[in-house]
């Protein structure tokens, strides 16, 4: 009896925390599609009394800039999931075998990259002119998110504990070479840990702004966030400037339905990401994540 109730009460405790979290999903979706005038007279409301696409026609306005722009952000995020799990399993891997020489001082060097950092302006000096990450599509990709240190200790304790050492010696024993142990063994065995740093990948790059800010000069190369992040300063701008030209762009312009447009065309796609990895994140970081 005791137990039944527990679980009731566990069941009604993640409830609420659903609702916590779909309800202001919700409310920001009304809302972008709620006319501004409606919003002056009533407020925030689950039920507008007016209904109009005017946000979404104002965000869309150069539709080749925002679909182009979507473009980058897709191909940078896929692409650089997957190269950033390639890379950052291929150096956990050998940190998590005790047979691999100078293991802790590579290890060392890894957290020593999560600890300090040469700085903004030598950062780029050498990502523009010695490797040429400058308004291209791969200026996207390579700079600050390729690889993370976090992401390799977090891969490199769940091969260590996670992957029986017996099993890779019967292996061994079997004459199949490291590469072939790592692809046949050590990745299906590790489909959380992949699952989880592959979230962590896909967000931080659908979520970067940063690089098109720093590398990027032709608009045809921004990312989503990027261009999302101009359209909202446009709105400020003109919103606080006091000149009679401004006053009078802004007064058709929806302010606040355009700011919970571009939160909506933000998070739409990478919003079904989650349910391709939610099976496998709790396992991931509560594996990984053990001190090793």
């Given amino acids: ?80 999931t997957l190269v ?7 150096l956990a891997y050998p940190l998590s075998r005790k047979t691999l020489p100078f293991r802790k001082f590579f290890t060392f060097f890894v957290v020593f990259t999560i600890l300090f950092n040469g700085g903004l302006v030598p950062w780029y000096i050498v990502m523009k002119s010695n490797l040429h990450f400058s308004d291209n599509i791969w200026a996207l990709v390579v700079p600050g998110l390729l690889l993370n240190g976090f992401n390799v200790l977090i891969m490199r304790t769940f091969f260590k504990n996670t ?36 979230l962590f990948a896909t967000l931080g790059y659908w979520n970067d702004y940063w690089n098109s800010m720093i590398f990027q000069i032709q608009p ?25 030209n401004a006053a009078a762009a802004t007064a058709n312009i929806p302010q606040e339905t355009s700011r919970m447009a571009m939160a909506i065309i ?8 989650y349910p391709f990895f939610q099976k496998f994140i709790i396992k991931g970081l509560t594996i990984g994540a053990v001190k090793g």
């Fill in 84 to 90: 950033c799990l390639c890379i950052t399993s291929a």
């Fill in 266 to 273: 933000a998070i739409g796609p990478i919003i079904f990401a």
């Fill in 163 to 198: 992957i029986p050492a017996e099993l890779i010696e019967a292996a061994n024993m079997d004459g199949a070479g490291e590469f072939r142990i790592f692809a046949q063994i050590v990745i299906p065995l590790s489909k959380p840990v992949f699952a989880t740093i592959g």
């Fill in 220 to 244: 045809k190369n921004f990312s989503i966030q990027y261009v999302l992040q101009n359209i909202l300063l446009n709105l400020q701008f003109l919103s606080q400037s006091r000149s009679s």
């Fill in 1 to 80: 009896m005791e137990n039944k109730r527990t679980h009731w009460v566990i069941h009604v405790i993640f409830i609420f925390c659903s609702l916590a979290a779909i309800i202001p999903l919700l409310l920001v979706l009304i809302v972008s599609l709620t006319s501004e005038n409606s919003i002056a007279l009533y407020g925030y409301t689950f039920f507008p009394h007016e209904w109009t696409l005017s946000a979404y026609d104002y965000v869309f306005k150069d539709p080749q800039l925002l679909f182009q722009s979507y473009g980058n952000t897709i191909f940078s995020t896929v692409f650089g």
